[in-house]
C-alpha cells in the first residue's frame, strides 16, 4: 500500500488550519482546535519549522504561523518536510536508499517517470487549494455552537476523525 504516515497528515490538517487562521497561534490553541493533541502538534510543528513551512516565535504571545503564503506552499514540500524527499523505490533520483541491482536493473530510469509524474501531480496542488477546499468538521461546528467538544471525535488508536458525518 501507498500511503503518507499518520504525522504527514496531522501535518496537512495543521497547516490547513494554520492558513484559515493566519495568525500567530500557541500549540495548544492550534491542537484544540484540530483535535490533534498537543506534544504531536508540538513534534508536528518541529518538523514543518526544520522544513521552512512554519515559523515559531518565542514569548508570550509567541505560536507558530506559515512562513509563507498558503498558495506557495505545495502538498510535496507539506510531505517532504516531514518524511524526506518523495521517492517511490529505492532507485529514483534523490532517493536515500541505493539498490544493488540498479546497474542491470530493467526497470532503471523507468521508476524516475511515475516519480517525476507523482512529484508533478503534488506540486500542482497548493495549500490554499486544500484549504479552500475543506469544510470544518461538523464536530468543530458543534463546538462552537456550545452542543460539542473542541477535541474532536477519536477512534480507538488516538486518531481524530476529521471528515463530516
Known amino acids: 500500500m501507498f500511503r503518507i504516515n499518520k504525522l504527514t497528515d496531522y501535518a496537512v490538517v495543521l497547516l ?24 504531536t502538534v508540538a513534534k508536528v510543528m518541529k518538523a ?10 518565542r514569548g508570550a504571545s509567541g505560536g507558530y504561523v506559515l512562513a509563507r503564503p498558503a498558495d506557495r506552499i505545495v502538498m510535496a514540500d507539506m510531505i517532504e518536510a516531514l518524511e524526506g524527499p518523495i521517492a517511490m523505490t529505492a532507485c529514483v533520483d534523490h532517493a536515500d536508499d541505493g539498490c544493488e541491482r540498479e546497474g542491470f536493473c530493467p526497470m532503471a530510469g523507468h521508476w ?54
Open 16 to 39: 490547513v488550519d494554520m492558513a484559515r487562521t493566519q495568525r500567530v497561534r500557541a500549540a495548544h490553541d492550534i491542537a484544540a482546535e484540530t483535535g490533534v493533541p498537543v506534544p
Open 112 to 165: 524516475n517517470r511515475v516519480n517525476h509524474a507523482v512529484r508533478r501531480a503534488l506540486v500542482g496542488i497548493t495549500l490554499a487549494d486544500v484549504a479552500g477546499s475543506c469544510h470544518p468538521p461538523v464536530w468543530a461546528n458543534r463546538a462552537s455552537q456550545g452542543s460539542g467538544t473542541s477535541t474532536g471525535p477519536r477512534d480507538s488508536g488516538g486518531a481524530v476523525y476529521l471528515a463530516s458525518e
Open 48 to 57: 514543518l519549522v526544520r522544513g521552512g513551512l512554519v515559523r515559531s516565535t
